[in-house]
T-cell receptor, first 116, second 117 residues
């Protein structure tokens, strides 16, 4: 069975500083990886996804993530955070069988706090 | 585009009653819809997958008789929590996928907060 580990429950970063959120996965085949952001009262919003190809993926809001198969990691990065980036971030792995969309397995999330 | 709504956003009910939660894809047709449950400060756990016109597939450990899922149309799926108890209190989130292509993105609803007294 697949699993996702986000080792950091909380991360505090100063506004304007760089950010890296860690994500490690366990999956028996080629993973389909996602990063979502959840703000209070809002649905989960997709930041970026990786299915194949270039291992450095660009997403919305200035985020990027790098897939490293050798480390089973898919860390999320942003060069300079803004106060509006404060939210809960979830890494997820997609389970696809026979070409059909399937449910996602999520990590426990990382709560990002931005200091002024 | 790709908006998913849920109704109600919050519901409080008495123990033993049933509660229905609706999930609608507003501007696309959803071949597949998913239901997740999120406990406070916890991750989302997949409960079930529903395809329009067929029976839902439940994850291991999810009681299909307690959590009834109906996906009657390409824009609507419902989750009914039957004979709700306080331990069913949680945040229920649905997502919808437009098709079955392998790189299909899921779009999430804002969630429904269920409190069972």
């Amino acid at each position: 069975a697949q699993s996702v580990t986000q080792p950091d429950i909380h991360i505090t970063v100063s506004e304007g500083a760089s950010l890296e959120l860690r994500c490690n996965y366990s999956y028996g085949a080629t993973p389909y990886l996602f990063w979502y952001v959840q703000s209070p009262g809002q649905g989960l919003q997709l930041l970026l996804k990786y299915f194949s190809g270039d291992t450095l993926v660009q997403g919305i809001k200035g985020f990027e993530a790098e897939f490293k198969r050798s480390q089973s990691s898919f860390n999320l990065r942003k060069p300079s955070v803004h106060w509006s980036d404060a939210a809960e971030y979830f890494c997820a792995v997609g389970r696809y069988s026979g070409g059909g969309a399937d449910g996602l397995t999520f990590g426990k999330g990382t709560h990002l706090i931005i200091q002024p | 585009g790709a908006v998913v709504s849920q109704h109600p956003s919050r519901v409080i009910c008495k123990s033993g009653t049933s509660v229905k939660i609706e999930c609608r894809s507003l501007d696309f047709q959803a071949t597949t819809m998913f239901w997740y449950r999120q406990f406070p400060k916890q991750s989302l756990m997949l409960m079930a997958t529903s395809n329009e016109g067929s029976k839902a597939t439940y994850e291991q450990g999810v009681e299909k008789d307690k959590f009834l899922i109906n996906h009657a149309s390409l824009t609507l799926s419902t989750l009914t929590v039957t004979s709700a108890h306080p331990e069913d209190s949680s945040f229920y989130i649905c997502s919808a996928a437009p098709g079955t292509q392998i790189d299909n993105e899921q779009f999430f609803g804002p969630g429904t907060r269920l409190t069972v007294l």
